[in-house]
């Protein structure tokens, strides 16, 4: 069956723009999980949603950061005012539950450039 | 707060040899333990994982790993190299709360194998 996809694959923006990044997870998949990776880093944890609501937006590391989940299904993460830090790749991941048995099923990711 | 140690940041092994990837964790209470593995230009792949019960996990393409709670570690290992083990490997932990399974990763190591 199809994964969980994510569009755009990359996106190359100039600093001060507004970007949005899309999730669609897997089908049934309540539980849905935005990650972002740095060049040599391990994925860090930005906001997860149970269904429409963001349960954990403790990772978000500002408020220009922002995600919407609005009928429990595709997400956006929205960046305002990007800043050359914010290159990094954006990785969504989904999961049927949200229990600690439930595997985080990842997408490839959106490879975020600012210029 | 939780943390994952990957112990070298590159290994590289002959084909055909043994393949031992070092993880260790800091935790106050039970863990969950995770491997991953990333493919270039690939999303991230469940390699196997350890909730409960026994502490010594198999997983795919021949991988396994053993919780060992003393020495909290999480090494994975695989007996015999192939050319297509050569990936991103990334060890993770959670701990689950009621509030969803966020991921805390290791800054991943990178596996060579040589002919």
């Known amino acids: 069956g199809a994964g969980v996809s994510q569009t755009p694959s990359n996106k190359v923006t100039e600093k001060g723009k507004y970007v949005e990044l899309r999730c669609d997870p897997i089908?049934?998949?309540?539980?849905l999980y935005w990650y972002r990776q740095s060049l040599g880093q391990g994925p860090e944890f930005l906001i997860y949603?149970?269904?429409?609501?963001?349960?954990?937006d403790s990772g978000l590391p500002n408020d220009r950061f922002f995600a919407v989940r609005p009928e429990g299904s595709v997400s956006t993460l929205k960046i305002q005012r990007t800043e050359r830090g914010d290159s990094a790749v954006y990785l969504c991941?989904?999961?049927?539950?949200?229990?600690?048995?439930?595997?985080?099923?990842f997408g490839p990711g959106t490879r975020l450039t600012v210029l | 707060a939780q943390s994952v140690t990957q112990l070298g940041s590159h290994v590289s092994v002959s084909e055909g040899a043994l393949v031992l990837l070092r993880c260790n964790y800091s935790?106050?209470?039970?863990?969950?333990l995770f491997w991953y593995v990333q493919y270039p230009n690939q999303g991230l792949q469940l390699l196997l994982k350890?909730?409960?019960?026994?502490?010594l996990v198999k997983g795919i393409n021949g991988f396994e790993a053993e919780f060992k709670k003393s020495e909290t570690s999480f090494h994975l290992t695989k007996p015999s190299a192939h050319m297509s083990d050569a990936a991103e490997y990334f060890c993770?932990?959670?701990?689950?709360?009621?509030?969803?399974?966020?991921?805390?990763f290791g800054t991943g190591t990178q596996l060579k194998v040589e002919l």
């Open positions: 991941a989904s999961s049927l539950g949200s229990s600690g048995t439930d595997t985080q099923y």
């Open positions: 089908s049934g998949h309540t539980a």
């Open positions: 993770a932990v959670s701990f689950f709360t009621g509030g969803g399974n966020k991921l805390t």
């Open positions: 935790s106050s209470v039970p863990p969950y």
């Open positions: 350890y909730t409960t019960g026994a502490t």
């Open positions: 949603f149970q269904g429409t609501g963001a349960a954990d």
